[in-house]
């Protein structure tokens, strides 16, 4: 079975620096892995979505890393601002549904 | 993205009744949907996976006579929480993807629920 660990599990920085967020997993025959983000009491908005065929995906000051042979992702955001505050997710896809982390809350003080 | 709305976004209802949450892919056809449960400050549990047309698949744990799943069509899928207790409070998510599992899953917005 799928395991999904998100390291750490809270992050609190100051506006403007880069920050990165690991998440690994269990079980390297993955077809995706996705990054998102949840803020209190809301839905997920999908940040990013790395097949297992690619290494890497950027999306404005995000971007995500995929290292499958060692069972890790990353997400680096850059110049970190106070919005960026909210829980980030990251699931594996096995097949099947997501595998999820339990997330990483940050928090960015101004 | 995809789009997937849910219906609706916040219902709050009396213990023992039964509470029905819709999820639509807007533009898609979702061959797959799956259902989701969240508890305050949790990661997403999966319920159910179904197909359209089939019967759903639950989750270890998942009872399927209490949380009914229905797949009728290609953009529609509905979760039935019956004989709602305190405890089934929680915040559901769907999510619906294509063909192929290597394709996006596109999550809805969430239903918070709460039995009083």
């Known amino acids: 079975k799928q395991e999904v660990t998100q390291i750490p599990a809270a992050l609190s920085v100051p506006e403007g620096e880069n920050l990165v967020l690991n998440c690994s997993f269990t079980?390297?025959?993955?077809?995706?892995l996705q990054w998102f983000r949840q803020d209190p009491g809301k839905g997920l908005t999908s940040l990013l979505l790395i097949q297992s065929s690619q290494r890497e995906q950027t999306s404005g000051r995000l971007n995500a890393s995929l290292d499958k042979s060692s069972g890790r992702s990353t997400l680096y955001i850059a110049a970190s601002q106070p919005g960026d505050s909210a829980t980030y997710l990251c699931?594996?896809?096995?097949?099947?549904?997501?595998?999820f982390g339990k997330g990483t809350s940050l928090l960015v003080t101004p | 993205g995809a789009v997937v709305s849910q219906h609706p976004s916040r219902v709050i209802c009396k213990s023992g009744t039964s509470v029905k949450i819709e999820c639509r892919s807007l533009d898609f056809q979702a061959t797959t949907m799956f259902w989701y449960r969240q508890f305050p400050k949790q990661s997403l549990m999966l319920m159910a996976t179904s197909n359209e047309g089939s019967k759903a698949t639950y989750e270890q744990g998942v009872e399927k006579d209490k949380f009914l799943i229905n797949h009728a069509s290609l953009t529609l899928s509905t979760l039935t929480v019956t004989s709602a207790h305190p405890e089934d409070s929680s915040f559901y998510i769907c999510?619906?993807?294509?063909?192929?599992?290597?394709?996006?899953?596109?999550f809805g917005p969430g239903t918070r629920l709460t039995v009083l």
């Open positions: 079980d390297s025959a993955i077809y995706n």
């Open positions: 999510s619906a993807r294509g063909q192929g599992l290597d394709n996006e899953q596109f």
């Open positions: 699931a594996a896809n096995s097949g099947y549904a997501l595998n």
